[in-house]
């Protein structure tokens, strides 16, 4: 028996006097207790669709549905009223919590409208619901305010007070979209079990193909607005019909974009031991606990695609800032083209680091909202010292610079928010090229964007690449990503980096816990795979240890002397790892073998 | 796009011009002076010939009303130019620079805004004599802190963003970044605070006119007339009134205009 049927739902917006068809003849159903996937791309409107399903919707729009039938009972739809029984999860735990109020308090809030109760039973009832969100020592935990847990945590109780109705049906907006990978493998986990235990509906709404495989019996691909092709997750994934869905599949399947080894030996960026720490307000004095990056040490060689994977927080962004001399490194050296460049004085340093331009990862800030795309780009090339050209010089150049990067003249007097964000990041690496930089740092450059418009991305960075033998480092959360474009890469962990080498060898054989870790928790966009698949058990983000190996808290080959001291890196061929696994003395004696992976 | 109706933007602007045109044309066109003293007729009511009546003196109010509105609005527009420019100068480099110099400058505002603009003026008639330079200085000397600290904030938002540091790499000079990339975007809330700047400085010259320590007789701001008929209150309040709506006019008007400049600020940001 279905639990929610769905026929023909419209969603329109009115706008300057235009009527906007956000969603289009939308007719679905999910089953009790089924777990029912959405899957499209951003700006498709699934969470339009979702929100009106809710109640959510704002007075601007106007919404219409032919058949709502929710709980067996034939309703009457209406867009502005919130649904009982229903509940939602939302993509961004960090703006949904109330910074200003104790989570229990705001859970409880949630409980009272629900159940009601008195004080005694609705305390209970929240740590009930915190216990089910897989929160531990809930008790505990309803006294602590949001800023003081991490991600993942938050997710987790933004997921408590969405269960504190008692839900037949579950929307969960992109619930996995602003986590780290490791987290994200956790909260699959756990929406799972809630589904089982509490045996309510859950309407997964994604875009990444890995979570959906890994959760959803039903998939429903959407596109502009309407249901382009639904049926069970193997037909999809196994036997997709339609052409968009198998492009969309075969963007998310790993296809290593072609790369023409173009590298030479000439190292072009060398950094070595650079350490960059910083206090905040809670680490103040506690000198072991300072944020940031420690022992640093890669080089990357003209031409090559230098790949930096790391979890939010864990000191990549610092590393960007270094390397394009925002930041100073505390200790170590930075050496370009075998110049040192740390200890220079900030106009000297300039001189050297013009050579190095960045691409950033959030679209809409990266330019300038009152500049015109060419504008950009000529204030761009006015500033450069070593060439004085004309204004029609610049105009030239900015307009053959767009048309490398795949845009036309016409866009040269568009403005950034007349750009799609696939578009935006194309003016932004054509900002980052007018200058002719010999080293590309993208900090992210892909992670805010749609997986088909990423692929282009990368195609299109290797492309330059190809053209120009431009060396490139590529920053990025995303294991996926960083492997389709880079030869070689560095895995961080808490300021660390902990495993380096080339991608290859490292994505199908990691050699450090953490690499390990890693590639085990990205959802594979295969329904059967995925659902084997066992995700790291659930634990809470550790702080890093006073001394010994940063990865301490999680590694599950922890020794002794991991605790004692931090392991140096070791040294095999062109790889690198920082674990007491590969040390001499662990290696007792064969150390004529060459090194395999001790994990 | 079509352009939404904004009344109070509209309203506004034709309200201030209609005030600055009668500000401009009424002393020229009008066959009284604002000094002009005829003893015969004082006192008197409203007329066809003295459409505001007749001061104590005999001199002709309505008159004296406009050209007093002409000097509150040269008080008033320079005092807020002053004010915005230097504001704009001083929290845009408080802001950019950051760190200890941003530390400095803004403690060197507090301690200026700290003390009343009533001693300043005081201070400053005493040394430079009354009158309009006296008022405007006196107005300015810390009138410009509360639009520093807006632009500061502002800047500061800003600069976080990706594209400055953008700028900052590809190598652009601080100045041309600050003035070219950062100041286009807060140019929005600044105006805004700019059109509110005005009706202060002419509110802030009439209270002083009023307490006595402005602009010297027979020369005379909106302020001068209301002090000067407070004494025939009882008697004569028509004479007092006039002055207060006209100066409650013009700071409705720029109020109003101000209020609509936020309207389509504010629609501007909305994506």
Redesign the interface.
């Known amino acids: 028996m279905s639990l929610l049927e769905v026929g023909n739902l419209n969603v329109q917006f009115h706008k300057?006097?235009k009527k906007i068809r956000a969603v289009k003849d939308l007719s679905f159903h999910v089953g009790e207790g089924e777990i029912v996937g959405v899957i499209g791309e951003s700006g498709c409107g699934k969470s339009t669709a979702m929100r009106a399903l809710m109640g959510l919707l704002g007075k601007e729009a106007d919404a219409s549905c032919g058949r709502f039938c929710f709980l067996g009972e034939e309703g009457t739809f209406s867009p502005n009223k919130v649904q009982k029984k229903m509940a939602m999860i939302f993509q961004d735990p960090f703006s949904y919590l109330n910074p200003t109020v104790k989570i229990g308090k705001q859970i409880e809030q949630a409980v009272r409208i629900h159940s009601g109760g008195n004080k005694k039973e609705r305390k209970q009832r929240v740590c009930d619901l915190l216990e089910m969100a897989g929160i531990r020592m809930p008790k505990q935990r309803m006294s602590q305010y949001p800023h003081e847990l991490s991600g993942g945590m938050r997710q987790r109780v933004v997921t408590a007070i969405a269960l504190a109705c008692n839900p037949k049906l579950i929307i969960a907006d992109e619930p996995t979209t602003a986590l780290d990978v490791i987290v994200q493998g956790q909260m699959i986990l756990l929406l799972k079990r809630i589904a089982k235990e509490t045996k309510a509906a859950v309407l997964l709404v994604s875009h990444d193909f890995g979570v959906i495989a890994s959760m959803c019996e039903r998939v429903y691909v959407m596109k502009e607005g309407t249901f382009i092709e639904q049926g069970t997750a193997e037909e999809i994934f196994y036997a997709p019909q339609k052409t968009y869905t198998k492009d969309l599949l075969k963007n998310a399947r790993r296809t290593r974009i072609k790369a023409d080894a173009t590298e030479t030996e000439e190292v072009l960026l060398k950094l070595s031991n650079v350490t960059k720490l910083y206090s905040n307000r809670f680490t103040q004095g506690k000198a072991a606990q300072k944020e940031g990056v420690q022992n640093i040490s890669f080089a990357i060689r003209e031409g090559e695609t230098f790949g930096l994977i790391g979890e939010s927080g864990c000191g990549k962004s610092t590393l960007a800032e270094i390397v394009?001399?925002?930041k100073r490194p505390d200790a170590g050296e930075m050496y370009y083209r075998s110049f040192r460049t740390d200890l220079l004085k900030k106009s000297a340093r300039?001189k050297y680091?013009?050579k190095?331009?960045?691409v950033?990862?959030?679209t809409c800030?990266?330019?300038?909202?009152?500049?015109t795309a060419g504008k950009?780009l000529m204030?761009?090339l006015?500033?450069?010292?070593r060439q004085i050209l004309t204004a029609e010089e610049r105009k030239e150049r900015a307009v053959q610079i767009l048309k490398d990067v795949g845009l036309t003249e016409e866009d040269m007097w568009k403005y950034p928010?007349e750009f799609s964000g696939g578009q935006r990041q194309r003016v932004?690496i054509a900002?980052?090229l007018i200058?002719n930089p010999e080293l590309l740092v993208c900090d992210e450059a892909v992670s805010a964007l749609d997986v088909s418009i990423q692929t282009q991305i990368l195609r299109l960075l290797k492309e330059i690449q190809r053209r120009t033998r431009i060396a490139c480092l590529f920053i990025s959360h995303d294991l996926e990503v960083v492997g389709k474009i880079s030869q070689n890469v560095g895995v961080m962990y808490l300021g660390s980096l902990v495993e380096c080498g080339n991608t290859q060898e490292i994505c199908t054989d990691p050699w450090h816990p953490y690499t390990k870790q890693l590639l085990e928790c990205k959802p594979d966009p295969d329904p059967k795979k995925a659902r084997r698949k066992k995700y790291a058990p659930l634990r809470e983000r550790q702080e890093k240890p006073n001394k010994g190996c940063p990865y301490l808290g999680q590694c599950g080959y922890r020794m002794e002397c991991c605790e004692k001291a931090a392991p140096p890196r070791y040294q095999f061929g062109s790889r690198k790892v920082a674990c007491f696994l590969y040390s001499k003395e662990h290696r007792k004696g064969n150390t004529d073998m060459p090194m395999t992976s001790q994990i | 796009m079509k352009k939404k109706k904004n009344p109070c933007l509209l309203y506004g602007a034709a309200l201030l011009l209609l005030w600055i045109a009668a500000a401009l044309l009424v002393p020229e066109l009008s066959p009284y002076t604002y000094t002009g003293i005829n003893a015969d007729i004082r006192n008197q009511g409203s007329s066809c010939l003295h459409l505001f009546g007749t001061d104590k003196f005999g001199r002709d109010i309505f008159v004296r009303v406009w050209y007093a509105a002409r000097i509150s609005l040269l008080v008033g527009v320079t005092g807020a130019g002053i004010n915005a420019a230097f504001g704009l100068l001083y929290g845009s480099i408080s802001g950019y620079v950051g760190g200890k110099a941003d530390f400095l400058l803004m403690r060197i505002a507090d301690i200026l805004a700290s003390i009343p603009s009533l001693l300043y003026v005081i201070l400053i008639t005493l040394v430079m004599g009354a009158g309009v330079e006296s008022i405007i200085a006196g107005i300015c000397v810390a009138g410009w802190v509360d639009m520093a600290r807006i632009v500061r904030g502002e800047i500061i938002r800003e600069k976080g963003k990706a594209y400055i540091r953008a700028a900052q790499m590809e190598g652009i000079r601080p100045l041309r970044i600050l003035f070219v990339h950062l100041l286009p975007n807060v140019a929005g809330p600044i105006l805004v605070n700019l059109t509110f700047l005005v009706p202060q400085a002419v509110f802030t010259e009439a209270f002083l006119s009023f307490l006595g320590v402005g602009i010297a007789p027979p020369s005379a701001s909106l302020g001068v007339l209301i002090q000067e008929a407070k004494s025939q209150i009882q008697l004569y309040p028509y004479q007092m009134l006039y002055p207060m709506c006209i100066l409650c006019l013009l700071i409705l008007a720029l109020r109003l205009f101000g209020r609509g400049l936020e309207n389509v600020y504010g629609e501007k940001t909305e994506r």
């Open positions: 300057d006097g394009t001399g925002q300039k680091l013009e190095i331009q960045m950033f990862q959030d800030e990266s330019l300038n909202p009152k500049m950009a204030e761009a006015r500033a450069d010292k928010k932004c900002r980052a200058r």
